[in-house]
Nanobody, 118 residues
């Protein structure tokens, strides 16, 4: 069964950086592709919001709140997707989720916590 797994979250000081990783995999460790991979985030008491997108063809787009600070990319040798987050702010604190779209199937990961605090 394919599942989406995020990793790389943690505690970082304001102005710092983190790189999140996301992949669709099964228990054997095999990775699966995607047509679209989105990053979302949800802070406590807030609605889940879109952060960034990358398509199979490498097209990207970003929420205005993260433009110029976050970069979404895909690995050249594997099917992982990365979210490089620079110049982090306390308001970036949230659980970050990956959403895989493949044909008509949508699959969410369990999320990884990012906390930006001094």
């Amino acid at each position: 069964q394919v599942q989406v797994v995020e990793s790389g979250g943690g505690l970082v000081q304001p102005g710092g950086s983190l790189r999140l990783s996301c992949a669709a995999s099964e228990r054997s460790g095999s990775l699966f592709g995607f047509h679209i991979m989105d990053w979302y985030r949800q802070a406590p008491g807030e609605q889940r919001e879109f952060v960034a997108r990358i398509t199979y063809h490498g097209n990207t787009n970003y929420a205005d709140s993260v433009k110029g600070r976050f970069t979404v990319s895909r690995g050249s040798a594997d099917k992982r997707v990365y979210l490089q987050m620079n110049s982090l702010k306390p308001e970036d604190t949230a659980t970050y989720y990956c959403k895989r779209v493949f044909f008509d199937k949508t699959l969410w990961g369990q999320g990884t916590q990012v906390t930006v605090s001094s």
